[in-house]
């Protein structure tokens, strides 16, 4: 399978604990992008990166949460000190360094979190 | 005021209706417009583009009203397999999509 691919698939962790998603974009593409989704609501933009530089980070990113792609290829998600609001769908999406369009991003299947 | 407002539904009809979705969005300089539809705890997949001139694939009609920052979404003889969430999606900028919180539907029997 060569598209997106997020890991894990399902996360249940204790309020308080540190979690890590990673997120393995399409390999000939620059861009990749989070987005978190809560129930009711549509993706939100959090941060995305061109190559290993992290070019814009939404207001959403708190203190908590980082993100990394150290060498361009796979990025992680890490949020320390979860809290029950950090329950959600994390999103993973690539694209090429094309201008950004619905038939050039790719998104995974999303990594669940459920914070206890 | 959210970047793009989209009625959030449900919209509940039976087999063979019409059904409609609106949307606006804030950022007259968007350039990009999209559809996307997306089931329960999936993620979002694209189901058409927005141009200018309103584009049709199929049962689904899409338009765009730049000067009014409007876009709308058109399912003609809804299928239960319609059932879904319907997210309207433009460009922020060259680099990313910004999603609206979408419009539940639920076609029944």
């Known amino acids: 399978d060569t598209g997106v691919s997020q890991d894990p698939r399902h996360k249940i962790t204790k309020r308080g604990q540190n979690v890590t998603f990673r997120c393995d974009p399409i390999?000939?593409?620059?861009?990749l992008y989070w987005y978190r989704q809560t129930l009711g609501q549509g993706p939100e933009f959090l941060t995305y990166?061109?190559?290993?530089?992290?070019?814009?980070k939404s207001r959403l990113l708190s203190d908590r949460f980082s993100a990394e792609r150290p060498k361009g290829s796979f990025s992680t998600l890490e949020i320390q000190r979860t809290e029950q609001g950090d329950s959600a769908m994390y999103l993973c999406?690539?694209?090429?360094?094309?201008?950004?369009?619905?038939?050039?991003?790719?998104f995974g299947e999303g990594s669940w979190l459920t914070v206890v | 005021r959210k970047e793009v407002e989209q009625d959030p539904g449900p919209f509940n009809v039976p087999e063979g209706a019409t059904v409609a979705f609106n949307c606006t969005y804030s950022?007259?300089?968007?350039?990009?417009f999209f559809w996307y539809r997306q089931d329960c705890r999936k993620e979002p997949k694209l189901l058409m583009s927005?141009?200018?001139s309103g584009n049709e694939d199929g049962r689904f009609t899409a338009q765009l009203n730049r000067a009014s920052q409007y876009i709308s979404l058109l399912i003609r003889d809804s299928k239960l397999s319609d059932s879904a969430t319907y997210l309207c999606?433009?460009?922020?900028?060259?680099?990313?999509?910004?999603f609206g919180a979408g419009t539940r539907l639920a076609v029944h029997p």
């Open positions: 999406a690539s694209s090429p360094k094309v201008r950004i369009s619905g038939n050039t991003i790719y």
């Open positions: 390999s000939e593409h620059n861009r």
């Open positions: 990166f061109q190559n290993e530089a992290q070019l814009e």
């Open positions: 950022n007259s300089a968007s350039q990009s």
């Open positions: 927005v141009y200018s």
């Open positions: 999606v433009v460009s922020g900028g060259y680099n990313k999509l910004i």
